[in-house]
């Protein structure tokens, strides 16, 4: 049936099908394999779960949508759709904004998942009440701060009790203004609906087409981890947004565009950590110093780096780093946490076949999030500009990110999609819209070329409904499992809610709370019955245990 399909009977359109439904169709096979092969002692928990289950019922999601697209002939109104995408980018990036704002509230509840998420969510209110630290009751901390999150997440003074994210914090800045305006869910949609109008800008300044720049404009807001990071609370999509605009800054260098890229690039640099921007930005350094002929426009790119990372970066990192020391004795400063090179280092390690499994895992998951048959397309669009440098140091930019993370000992955890590639996720997309603008020099080979291009929109609009949906319920149901596992009590008055994270998946991770316990919820994870209710008698006196569940137990004057 497939092969009287009028656009599966098109070459260019048959050969994408066939090498995506092969390649979509060996990872459907291999998720069960992989996991049964290395198994959840080999991969954090989270990401054994989240790539077994969410992703495999992705990969036929993905099968599904392959063959809907091969069933559906040839329309002459697809050529049309992306020249309106391409010239109304705008009315794009509003409608993918509004929707992103509706997907944080209703999907991902308003609710920052992980502790990577919550780090930058809890700085952001620091920020937002004037202040650099939040303050937590020095002798509460054991109970308010699990201690693996030190350092890892927060850095904390065991002797005064002042709190900070161990994140550098230029996405908490940015989170601030909508975290004081009480919006705190509008951020990232909007970054995101800043993304769109940014890689619109990036695709037509290399083509020239105003078709090409909506064809990557429909391939980035169908695909679903442009959706998921946008309604998130992860730095990956601001990562994205920073990465795109630098590119379009460096594609065409002079000295203003030197120094401005740098500038953006310290911003990128300082998001959350060094890495996702560091790894993209070697490629297009070097190019510079190689294309420019002298070091002046090299000179520029560095002078725009260094004020924001000496403040935010430099500044940042020796200010959280020192606060962990307050209040000690120089003889038990050093005891206190890790050394400025442990600081530095801790996240790198050689490779190792678990790190090898989890970025081939890792890679999977860039294809399962996104429209079907987009690698095929960027590598493609990869090759046919190979004579470019512009291209060159895009596609080395993305290369370098995910051989990068190699040297990275986590799988990741949690995440949507392959988070540690998202950096440099905007190459994908570009690459894509430059394989299928090619022209054509026979009115045949012009109607195969069409043929491939009403293929690849159909995809991409068949993926924005079902791809999404599908990826919109996971999404809707994983966080509200998390959020079952507080314990179920009904009232509103001010308590105290020790959470039991011990018949719990990742339970830990809802102990959050306000920088200084304003509000009417602390959370407390559980040091057992006879501390929790010791400690309580002490700090809490007028407080009593109301209500108990496998979950934890919440304590009130009720």
């Not at 069960?32 to 991969?43: D, K, M, V, Y």
């Not at 507080?486 to 709370?513: C, H, K, M, W």
């Amino acid at each position: 049936m497939l092969a009287h399909s009028p656009v599966v009977r098109a070459a260019a359109a048959r050969s994408l099908f066939l090498a995506t439904a092969i390649i979509t169709g060996l990872i459907t096979i291999a998720i069960p394999e992989l996991g049964a092969s290395r198994g959840s002692s080999h991969f954090t928990p989270i990401f054994y779960h989240l790539f077994e289950i969410l992703d495999f019922q992705g990969a036929i999601c993905a099968l599904l949508i392959l063959i809907c697209a091969a069933l559906i002939p040839s329309r002459p109104w697809s050529t049309a759709l992306v020249r309106w995408i391409g010239e109304h980018p705008g009315r794009i990036a509003a409608g993918s904004g509004a929707l992103l704002c509706a997907g944080t509230l209703f999907v991902y509840q308003n609710h920052p998942l992980s502790m990577d998420e919550y780090a930058v969510f809890f700085q952001s209110k620091v920020f937002a009440a004037g202040h650099l630290n939040g303050q937590f009751p020095a002798p509460l901390l054991d109970w308010l701060l699990p201690h693996g999150f030190r350092t890892l997440f927060f850095n904390v003074s065991d002797q005064t009790g002042r709190i900070v994210t161990a994140y550098w914090p230029s996405f908490a800045i940015v989170l601030a203004p909508f975290t004081a305006l009480g919006i705190p869910w509008a951020c990232n949609p909007l970054i995101s609906a800043l993304t769109v109008l940014a890689i619109h800008r990036l695709t037509f300044r290399l083509l020239g087409s105003v078709e090409a720049a909506g064809l990557a404009v429909l391939l980035t807001v169908s695909s679903p981890v442009f959706f998921a990071d946008g309604i998130s609370y992860y730095s990956m999509q601001a990562h994205l947004l920073a990465n795109t605009v630098y590119a379009i800054l460096l594609i065409q260098p002079t000295a203003r565009r030197a120094f401005l890229g740098g500038f953006v690039g310290s911003i990128a640099l300082t998001l959350h950590n060094p890495v996702p921007h560091l790894l993209f930005a070697m490629p297009w350094v070097i190019w510079i110093a190689r294309s420019s002929g002298n070091s002046r426009l090299l000179g520029w790119l560095i002078l725009g780096y260094l004020p924001m990372c000496l403040l935010l970066g430099a500044g940042w990192f020796f200010f959280a780093a020192n606060l962990m020391h307050e209040g000690m004795v120089p003889a038990t400063t050093q005891a206190a946490g890790p050394t400025l090179l442990e600081r530095v280092t801790w996240p790198f390690s050689l490779p190792s076949s678990n790190i090898a499994f989890a970025r081939i895992s890792g890679a999977a998951k860039v294809w399962l999030w996104a429209v079907p048959g987009l690698v095929v397309l960027a590598a493609l669009g990869a090759w046919k500009r190979r004579d470019d440098s512009r291209y060159r140091t895009l596609v080395a930019s993305a290369l370098v990110t995910f051989v990068g993370y190699l040297f990275v000992w986590s799988d990741q955890g949690h995440g949507w999609g392959f988070r540690f590639f998202h950096s440099a996720w905007l190459v994908l997309p570009v690459l894509a819209a430059s394989a299928a603008s090619w022209r054509r020099s026979t009115p045949d080979q012009g109607q195969e070329g069409s043929e491939l291009r009403a293929f690849i929109v159909t995809t991409a609009l068949l993926t924005v409904t079902v791809g999404l949906g599908l990826r919109a319920v996971q999404m809707r149901e994983f966080v509200l499992d998390q959020l079952r596992q507080v314990p179920a009590y009904a009232g509103t008055e001010r308590r105290v809610i020790f959470i039991d994270p011990t018949f719990s998946f990742y339970g830990v991770d809802l102990v959050q709370n306000d920088p200084w316990l304003r509000g009417d919820v602390i959370r407390m994870l559980t040091r057992g019955k006879a501390d929790d209710e010791a400690m309580m008698r002490v700090y809490f006196p007028d407080m009593h245990r109301v209500y108990s569940d496998v979950h934890g137990t919440v304590w009130s004057s009720k």
